[in-house]
């Protein structure tokens, strides 16, 4: 974790950019599947409205969609304008996402299936693209027709005649009408399936954009739709050739190459890109720890562990073993992200029983047992109160270890105890620290709303608000915990927070001396004015 390559770091750095300016619930780095889910929703929308005064025949293609742009320019003019730019945005926040993925190494591992999925999908969306453009039946369309036509010819399982469709005695409504079937109807139904089995690995998928960041990007469609809107070149001729095009260069990027390699050419390339990106999760492949394991013997079937998996990795089934509760949870090994959050949410995993030598819980990490984290905790309390005097603030962090690297906390009054996740910490556990001898909790984990493994920040966060079973009791005292959240560039930031945690506990610890001084102070005087 010391180290931080380039792109991470630029990358990093233009977040917190974006945190200073959306903040970080409507930060759009933060929220770029969900913009694109937004995205399409409005493609959904104003595609059915278009379709509604759209002929699909090959004469009435062209005149429907000039009467929208120029007769209805208020309504359905707004409209088309609508399904291109948001059709343009799906594909800028899609490659964005997948930079990111890339950029913080978040597309190996057990995340190698989003990764994979995700790729035809991308693939899917352009050729969605390309047919929708195909409709105008413009110059650009038939440009655009043609070119496609070259590239089947290319693929050598068909008979290579497809070119001779855009001839002028061949164009007829009926395969005109068949590709308006397959921008309307049949692609879109392929597309919903691919971008469900993207997301068939995780749990809670949200599918809009928070309220803020949609209403604040739909406005700024609106008044590009109204300031730019969307025109189409003349109509489509198949005798005269186009001095000038338009092209979309988000979608039609690859058709400009034909001009200048073969269409078997154009074809290695695409097919090149796309295998490389969908072996990307295994150059080279990420290790990942155990997963984790259940035990029966500590777990009730309350069912939580699975409610708070992020990537749907643990089910609930009838109990096998015999047992007085009715349920018991399983763990799919070929699912599980080890992220520990499952030990979190496990209500055995409270640090105060002591009814058995060591600590078991309902599901534990084979590398990271809960019995051995108590360990840790009355260990590095232990090293500070021997390696610090009485009047010194003693802090245990708990840390994170996929957000940054909080080595560099540790001293002689500061414990540090690494988790895989925030997620992954008991609230008894923090409750544990304080009432062994600690005199403040500081945990640290990834920025709000990125966390590396999905819902941990939030879990943790509910956990200690009482909103999210188990909860942080109210005897540990708010007070004396801290959660401060940073990545690897914001190593100075953390630092700087402990220390004012530190100063805070401290004066905290003076107010409390200050008034048992004078509750004794007190004491005294009244037992002299007794004695008198």
């Not at 990111?100 to 597309?107: M, Q």
């Not at 395969?175 to 392929?190: D, E, K, N, S, Y």
């Not at 058995?356 to 009355?378: A, F, H």
């Not at 004012?500 to 004078?518: A, C, I, P, W």
Request: hydrophobic share 45%; charged share 20%; with cysteine.
């Amino acid at each position: 974790m010391s180290f931080i390559n380039p792109v991470k770091r630029g990358y990093l750095a233009l977040e917190t950019w974006f945190n200073i300016s959306f903040g970080h619930q409507w930060n759009p780095l933060y929220n770029l599947g969900t913009l694109t889910f937004f995205f399409f929703w409005i493609i959904l929308v104003s595609g059915l409205y278009l379709f509604i005064f759209f002929d699909s025949t090959l004469m009435g293609a062209y005149s429907s969609v000039e009467y929208m742009t120029n007769e209805q320019w208020y309504a359905a003019g707004v409209m088309r304008s609508l399904h291109r730019y948001a059709s343009d945005a799906a594909i800028i926040t899609i490659l964005l996402h997948m930079f990111r993925e890339f950029a913080l190494d978040r597309y190996r591992g057990f995340r190698w299936f989003s990764w994979v999925t995700g790729v035809p999908t991308l693939w899917l969306v352009v050729t969605l693209g390309i047919t929708g453009y195909w409709l105008v039946w413009d110059e650009l369309a038939l440009y655009v027709a043609i070119l496609s036509s070259q590239l089947m010819d290319g693929l050598p399982l068909l008979p290579g005649t497809m070119s001779r469709n855009f001839l002028a005695e061949q164009i007829n409504d009926r395969f005109f009408t068949l590709m308006a079937f397959l921008h309307l109807l049949g692609q879109p139904v392929i597309l919903v399936f691919a971008l469900w089995f993207h997301v068939k690995r995780l749990s809670g998928v949200s599918i809009m954009a928070p309220r803020g960041l949609a209403i604040g990007t739909f406005t700024a469609l609106v008044i590009l739709s109204l300031i730019a809107p969307a025109v189409s070149h003349d109509p489509a001729d198949v005798t005269q050739t186009p001095a000038i095009l338009n092209i979309d260069w988000f979608y039609l990027n690859i058709y400009p190459l034909l001009d200048y390699w073969t269409a078997g050419q154009v074809w290695m390339l695409t097919i090149g890109i796309t295998v490389f990106l969908m072996l990307m999760p295994w150059l080279p492949k990420k290790k990942q720890d155990e997963v984790a394991r259940v035990f029966l013997d500590h777990c009730n079937g309350c069912e939580q562990c699975a409610k708070d998996c992020p990537f749907d990795a643990i089910t609930v089934q009838k109990r096998t073993d015999g047992a007085r509760w009715e349920n018991e949870v399983v763990v799919h090994d070929n699912l599980c992200a080890s992220c520990g959050i499952c030990v979190g949410s496990c209500p055995s995993s409270n640090p105060f029983r002591h009814s058995e030598k060591s600590l078991i819980t309902g599901i534990d990490m084979p590398n990271s047992p809960i019995n051995d984290v108590r360990d840790q905790v009355d260990a590095e309390i232990e090293r500070v109160n021997k390696s610090s005097s009485d009047s010194d603030i003693k802090i245990i962090v708990f840390g994170c270890d996929n957000a940054l690297d909080f080595k560099g906390l540790e001293s002689s009054n500061t414990g540090i105890i690494k988790y895989y996740c925030v997620g992954m910490i008991p609230p008894t556990m923090v409750e544990y620290a304080l009432k062994k001898g600690a005199d403040g909790v500081f945990i640290t984990g990834c920025r709000t709303g990125d966390c590396y493994f999905r819902h941990g920040n939030q879990w943790m966060d509910e956990r200690f608000d009482g909103d999210r079973k188990p909860i942080l009791r109210k005897r540990a005292e708010r007070a004396r915990i801290n959660v401060f959240r940073a990545v690897e560039t914001e190593c100075k930031e953390l630092r700087a927070e402990l220390d004012r945690f530190q100063q805070k506990l401290s004066s905290m610890h003076k107010e409390t001396e200050s008034v048992d001084s004078d509750l004794v102070e007190s004491d005294i005087v009244e037992r002299k004015n007794g004695e008198v």
